[in-house]
């Protein structure tokens, strides 16, 4: 199975998130919308982890979790990366406590390399993905002004999230499958 750890979103942020999406839903003609459990922040992409035990991974994480304290997060304006008139995938970048979470990642990508997942080559970009392959009616520097800035509520991180991703006729969906608080998680 395919896994990955990352940061689940309270249901609050989520909610603010769909409504983005909802506002922007408007200005396109065809494209993919994330759905409520595709809303996440990846940190570690591990790839296939076998269906083994799971014991390895989730006593390093429990141990890294333990030692990082609880930070503050919250959602930015929109990255995009565009593939010739098609808008590939449209992001909302993180502002906050960038520099503890950027730590944890750097701590994650270590703490799994010793089990056999290699750190990753490519730097670490921040973002949650809204939707894919989007075609908008008009430019999207128009829609952006047309929907207002970004504005959501901080966010609390308290856990790290071991996520698996599963493919069902045809859509990909991500399921928790454990979960390790911060030192000051609940």
Same mark, same amino acid.
């Given at each position: 199975?395919?896994?990955?750890?990352?940061?689940?979103?309270?249901?609050?942020?989520?909610?603010?998130?769909? *409504?983005?999406? @909802?506002?922007?839903?408007?200005?396109?003609?065809?494209?993919?919308? +994330?759905?409520?459990?595709?809303? #996440?922040? $990846?940190?570690?992409?591990?790839?296939?982890?076998?269906?083994?035990?799971?014991?390895?991974?989730?006593?390093?994480?429990?141990?890294?979790?333990?030692?990082?304290?609880?930070?503050?997060?919250?959602?930015?304006?929109?990255?995009?990366?565009?593939?010739?008139?098609?808008?590939?995938?449209?992001?909302?970048?993180?502002?906050?406590?960038?520099?503890?979470?950027?730590?944890?990642? *750097?701590?994650? @990508?270590?703490?799994?390399?010793?089990?056999?997942?290699?750190?990753? +080559?490519?730097?670490?970009?921040? #973002?949650? $993905?809204?939707?894919?392959?989007?075609?908008?009616?008009?430019?999207?520097?128009?829609?952006?002004?047309?929907?207002?800035?970004?504005?959501?509520?901080?966010?609390?991180?308290?856990?790290?999230?071991?996520?698996?991703?599963?493919?069902?006729?045809?859509?990909?969906?991500?399921?928790?499958?454990?979960?390790?608080?911060?030192?000051?998680?609940?």
């Amino acid at each position: 199975m395919r896994a990955f750890i990352g940061i689940d979103f309270n249901d609050e942020i989520k909610k603010e998130i769909l *409504a983005i999406q @909802d506002k922007l839903k408007p200005h396109t003609e065809s494209g993919r919308w +994330k759905s409520w459990d595709d809303l #996440h922040l $990846t940190l570690k992409f591990m790839g296939e982890i076998g269906t083994g035990p799971l014991e390895p991974i989730n006593d390093v994480m429990k141990a890294l979790a333990n030692q990082v304290p609880a930070f503050s997060l919250s959602l930015a304006d929109f990255w995009t990366y565009d593939d010739r008139d098609l808008m590939r995938f449209l992001w909302l970048g993180l502002a906050g406590d960038l520099d503890a979470l950027r730590n944890l990642q *750097a701590m994650v @990508d270590r703490a799994l390399e010793p089990l056999g997942y290699a750190a990753e +080559k490519r730097g670490f970009a921040p #973002h949650v $993905t809204l939707g894919q392959d989007l075609v908008f009616k008009t430019d999207f520097d128009q829609v952006k002004a047309a929907i207002g800035p970004v504005q959501l509520k901080d966010m609390i991180v308290h856990w790290l999230v071991l996520f698996v991703s599963e493919e069902t006729e045809g859509r990909r969906s991500y399921r928790k499958i454990a979960e390790y608080p911060l030192a000051s998680g609940h």
